[in-house]
């Protein structure tokens, strides 16, 4: 079956501009989640969806970031305004039923660059 | 503060030789704990994970952990690399609800 998939794979933006990351589940994964990569930080947790509500957005660094879930299925995690601290690899991964035994299944990422 | 600490940025070992890759974590209770890797270009795979019981769990690709509660480690083994083990693997850790933290990852190089 499909895995979970990441679009567009590659971004590049201009500073200040608004950006639209797409992440598609894996089909019946209630569970959600964004991180994001910047080189030598490791994954820095964003938000977590179970359905399409987000119990824990408290990885989301400023207000300029929002993501919201449609239909139990897919994400997407917009910035607004961006700047080029916001250059890192955003990662999707799900799970079914976002239960601790239930793996995460990671996308391959979005590469956000800001200029 | 709950975290999860992995102190090696970089890992070089041999082919053939054995690897362990050091993960500690900080949390006042039995935390649930996970390895997984990253290879180049690729998403992130579960490697293993601990939740409770036997403290040495086995996982895909011949890789083992041990959970040492007195250490507050986690610390991910594999008996004889192979070339295609290279790649950064991260220790990853929650406290019992969804969130899932992960560490900054050890890079790990495979000479011939």
């Known amino acids: 079956g499909a895995g979970v998939s990441q679009s567009p794979s590659n971004k590049v933006t201009e500073k200040g501009k608004d950006v639209e990351l797409r992440c598609d589940p894996i089909s019946g994964h209630t569970a959600l989640y964004w991180y994001r990569q910047s080189l030598g930080q490791g994954l820095e947790f964003l938000i977590y969806f179970q359905g399409n509500s987000a119990p824990d957005k408290s990885g989301l660094p400023s207000d300029r970031f929002s993501a919201e879930r449609t239909g139990g299925s897919v994400s997407t995690l917009t910035i607004q305004r961006t700047q080029q601290e916001d250059s890192a690899v955003y990662l999707c991964?799900?799970?079914?039923?976002?239960?601790?035994?239930?793996?995460?299944?990671f996308g391959n990422g979005t590469r956000l660059t800001v200029t | 503060a709950q975290s999860v600490t992995q102190p090696d940025i970089h890992i070089t070992v041999s082919e053939g030789a054995s690897l362990e890759l050091r993960c500690n974590y900080s949390?006042?209770?039995?935390?649930?704990l996970f390895w997984y890797v990253q290879s180049p270009g690729q998403g992130l795979q579960l490697l293993l994970k601990y939740f409770s019981g036997d403290t040495l769990v086995q996982g895909i690709k011949g890789f083992e952990a041990e959970f040492k509660r007195s250490q507050s480690s986690f610390n991910l083994r594999k008996p004889s690399v192979h070339w295609s083990d290279a790649a950064e693997y991260f220790c990853a850790f929650s406290g019992g609800y969804q969130k899932v933290t992960f560490g900054t990852g050890t890079k790990l190089q495979v000479i011939p």
């Open positions: 991964a799900s799970s079914l039923r976002g239960e601790l035994n239930s793996p995460l299944h």
């Open positions: 949390y006042g209770a039995t935390p649930y």
